[in-house]
C-alpha cells in the first residue's frame, strides 16, 4: 500500500483520517495474505479518499503565491515612492 505524503496527511479531516489509517490497515493485511488484488481495490478507495486533502493543499500554496505576489507589489509600490521623494 502506497502512503500519501506527511502534508497532505496533514490536512485529511478527523474522520478522514481515521478512515485513511483504517483502510490502510486492510490493505496491509490484504498485501500479506498475498491478495494484491483486493489491495488494489483499497488503494484506489484510499486515492480517492484523500482527494480533498490534496485540493486543500493545492489552496495552501495558491494562498501562498498570492500573498507573496502582493508583498512583492508592495515592495515595489514603497520602492517606486522613495523614487518620487
Known amino acids: 500500500m502506497r502512503h500519501c505524503s506527511v ?3 496533514g490536512l485529511l479531516t ?6 485513511y489509517n483504517a483502510l490502510m490497515q486492510v ?8 491478495q494484491y488484488d483486493l489491495a488494489y481495490i483499497v488503494q484506489k ?3 480517492i ?15 501562498r ?7 512583492l ?4 509600490a514603497m ?4 523614487d518620487r521623494d
Not at 493543499?57 to 495558491?62: N, T, Y
Not at 503565491?65 to 508583498?71: C, L, N, P, S, V
Not at 520602492?79 to 522613495?82: G, I, Q
Open 7 to 9: 502534508q497532505v496527511r
Open 65 to 71: 503565491d498570492r500573498a507573496t505576489a502582493e508583498f
Open 27 to 34: 490493505g496491509g493485511y490484504l498485501e500479506e495474505q498475498n
Open 79 to 82: 520602492e517606486e515612492e522613495e
Open 73 to 76: 507589489e508592495s515592495l515595489k
Open 14 to 19: 478527523r474522520d478522514e483520517l481515521d478512515r
Open 45 to 47: 478507495e484510499v486515492d
Open 49 to 63: 479518499l484523500i482527494l480533498p486533502a490534496i485540493e486543500r493543499l493545492k489552496e495552501k500554496g495558491r494562498d
